[in-house]
């Protein structure tokens, strides 16, 4: 898997489309003047993949320009992407088009709308490329955080800006950024192939082989501590056993196995209780069952007693004070009769009783009324007494069987001494039994550990193989191996580009991210070597001997390389260089020509599996350079076309 560049498309605000094609599998060349809008294409080519921000230029192309797309090239199928440019003000837009068919026209401008996101067209990019799930894990003296490897993270190789390219400390593609220099480092490992593909799944098989040897582990330590230590606790059982008369043996084994074997045997016997302890127990447990529901029946009798008794005790009460009452009101009785009520006049003085005074007829209801209600309080009374009488008499009998129950009881308790014995002999075996029981539940059902110890053994093997195929050094011995192959390649074009120090090997390191001539006195990094066109070099024999690998072992990366202004380090970027104007300067055409011609030569050898794209100032007249020229942009050709900055057509717009 992995993809090319096939075109890039721009779509004014107009709705008109400019279309810049490119050949697949080889090197594309685009030349012309400064200001024409070369070094703009890396920007768009990058804002169509993702970019959280968009760092196409200012200026005539965001001005005139809508939407930017670009169409990929896959092994099968197509894909084009397209994003609209942020309106003023914003860094980014989210509005992004997305489709994939096996073949594809560029849509026109009214079918462009949203169909993905930056963060779902990141995941499909990175599929398309053949980015697998991944996982870098920093090593434990390290407080980056984990993270997987994308689109974005492949993209540090694809790409050499103006100013990068010339760069003499930095080697990569946006390197110079905080944080970028160390993912780079981070992620290098996985597309150079050291990390293997199958990464994460190792991850998963060795983290459940662990489990799996901690469990065996466990079983074998719960069976060694059985055998050591428990055979006294199993010896202790089966003595034990012998003592109550469960085990006739008279001699223990000293083997746990035999001992565990006679403990299963006894747990295995028969056992009940007799039928005469099942007998007299029921007898006793009769007699002690009637004499509590005896006592429960004397308790609540003796309550209902008890309560009669207050009743009457306030009866007599009630009788004393009323009869105190009555005894004050029978004075009434001086005045008297006159026609069948009673005489107003005062018995002492004759004289009628004053208004202010009780009648006499109030006095006399009220006599009459205590009268009646001492005469009915006493009437209940003999009741009362009766069933006080009668609930003493229960009382009585109650006590009897009570003490009768008791007596038995005693004599039962005494008379069954051997009873007991038993019971206590029979009750001492069931529990013996019962703790057995408890012990041969809880040792490990597999004693024999031999297959775990065997199981162990093979477990533990798979473990360290996997440690040595995901171990940290592991993977530097491979980046190591892997980079000695790609070394071979940069001391062989460092030579053919004539660098500085070529007659001496040169390296990657790829723990400073540089190249290094190694001489006899010292090793020598590009930021301590001279000339730009040696820094340039650099980035050159880099890129294409890093590319070169990737494609080799098809690693996860584009099968692009879109390099800027190569020969910038020869002549003046900002001039117009074409065959007249360096036509005296020979031997930086020559230089510059090698460049060209070891790209072209080494992509090739792997045709169609790498495409190139450059462009640059320099324009030559060698037959080979120009057909590699895809488009010229010089006597007024440029990426955006005339037509769509021109004055009407921006007040047009």
């Known amino acids: 898997m992995s993809f090319q560049i096939a075109s890039i498309c721009l779509y004014n605000k107009k709705g008109e489309k400019r279309i810049?094609?490119?050949?697949?599998?080889?090197?594309?060349?685009?030349?012309?003047?400064?200001?024409?809008?070369?070094?703009?294409?890396?920007?768009?080519?990058?804002?169509?993949?993702?970019?959280?921000?968009?760092?196409?230029?200012?200026?005539?192309?965001?001005?005139?320009?809508?939407?930017?797309?670009?169409?990929?090239?896959?092994?099968?199928?197509?894909v084009?992407?397209?994003?609209?440019?942020?309106?003023?003000?914003?860094?980014?837009?989210?509005?992004?088009?997305?489709?994939?068919?096996?073949?594809?026209?560029i849509p026109e401008f009214s079918e462009l709308k949203r169909t993905t996101s930056s963060e779902t067209l990141e995941d499909l990019l990175s599929k398309h490329v053949g980015i697998s799930e991944n996982l870098f894990i920093p090593q434990v003296s390290q407080t980056r955080k984990s993270f997987s490897a994308n689109i974005r993270h492949a993209l540090y190789f694809s790409f050499q800006n103006q100013d990068e390219l010339i760069s003499k400390r930095h080697l990569f593609h946006k390197q110079s950024e905080q944080y970028i220099y160390q993912t780079i480092k981070d992620v290098l490992p996985y597309f150079l192939g050291a990390v293997d593909k199958n990464y994460l799944d190792k991850l998963t098989e060795l983290r459940d082989l662990k489990r799996k040897k901690n469990e065996i582990e466990l079983r074998i330590r719960e069976s060694e501590f059985v055998k050591g230590s428990g055979v006294s606790k199993a010896k202790k059982l089966l003595i034990e056993a012998r003592d109550i008369g469960l085990h006739t043996e008279t001699d223990t084994p000293d083997d746990w196995s035999d001992i565990i074997r006679e403990l299963t045997k006894i747990k295995k016997m028969p056992f009940s209780f007799t039928k005469i302890a099942i007998n007299e127990e029921e007898e006793f447990n009769r007699l002690v069952e009637e004499r509590s529901d005896a006592i429960t029946e004397y308790k609540k009798i003796k309550e209902q007693l008890n309560s009669l008794k207050l009743v009457s005790n306030e009866r007599n009460k009630f009788i004393d004070e009323k009869g105190y009452q009555l005894s004050r009101l029978k004075s009434v009785d001086l005045f008297p009769l006159s026609n069948g009520s009673l005489n107003q006049n005062c018995p002492l003085c004759n004289n009628i009783v004053t208004e202010g005074s009780?009648?006499?007829?109030?006095?006399?209801?009220?006599?009459?009324?205590?009268?009646?209600?001492?005469?009915?309080?006493?009437?209940?009374?003999?009741?009362?007494?009766?069933?006080i009488r009668s609930l003493e008499e229960r009382l009585g009998k109650l006590q009897d069987k009570i003490k009768s129950k008791n007596d038995l009881i005693e004599t039962l308790q005494k008379s069954n001494i051997e009873m007991e014995e038993l019971k206590d002999r029979e009750t001492r075996r069931a529990y013996f039994l019962g703790r057995i029981g408890l012990y041969l539940e809880s040792i490990p059902e597999v004693v024999d550990n031999k297959n775990d110890q065997k199981a162990l053994e093979i477990i533990t093997s798979k473990i360290n193989t996997l440690l040595d195929e995901i171990s940290f050094n592991s993977i530097q011995e491979r980046i190591e191996s892997f980079v000695s192959i790609i070394n071979i390649n940069l001391s062989s074009w460092s030579k053919f580009l004539e660098l500085e120090h070529c007659e001496y090997s040169y390296r990657f390191d790829y723990n400073k991210l540089t190249v290094i001539a190694d001489t006899p006195e010292n090793p020598i990094p590009m930021d301590k070597m001279g000339s730009g066109a040696n820094w340039v070099g650099c980035h050159l024999i880099a890129y294409l001997a890093l590319n070169s690998w990737f494609t080799k072992k098809n690693c996860p990366v584009p099968r692009f390389v879109f390099i800027d202004q190569p020969s910038q380090a020869y002549f003046p970027p900002d001039e117009d260089i074409n065959e007249t104007s360096i036509a005296d300067h020979e031997k930086e055409k020559n230089a510059v020509l090698k460049m060209y011609q070891l790209i072209f030569d080494e992509i090739n050898k792997m045709q169609p599996q790498l495409q190139f794209i450059i462009t640059d100032h320099a324009e030559f007249k060698e037959e080979w350079f120009q057909k590699l020229i895809i488009e010229k942009w010089r006597g007024g050709d440029k990426l955006i076309p005339e037509s769509w900055y021109s004055e009407n057509s921006l007040q047009t717009a």
């Open 20 to 78: 810049l094609n490119f050949k697949l599998g080889t090197l594309n060349i685009i030349t012309g003047d400064s200001k024409t809008g070369k070094s703009a294409l890396i920007e768009i080519i990058d804002y169509c993949f993702g970019s959280s921000d968009c760092r196409i230029p200012e200026g005539i192309i965001r001005q005139t320009v809508s939407w930017v797309g670009i169409k990929l090239k896959l092994i099968e199928d197509e």
């Open 80 to 105: 084009f992407i397209a994003r609209k440019l942020p309106e003023t003000g914003f860094n980014t837009s989210g509005e992004i088009y997305y489709n994939v068919k096996n073949i594809l026209e």
């Open 358 to 387: 009780p009648t006499l007829n109030k006095i006399m209801l009220s006599k009459e009324k205590l009268s009646k209600e001492i005469k009915n309080v006493t009437e209940f009374s003999p009741k009362l007494k009766n069933t």
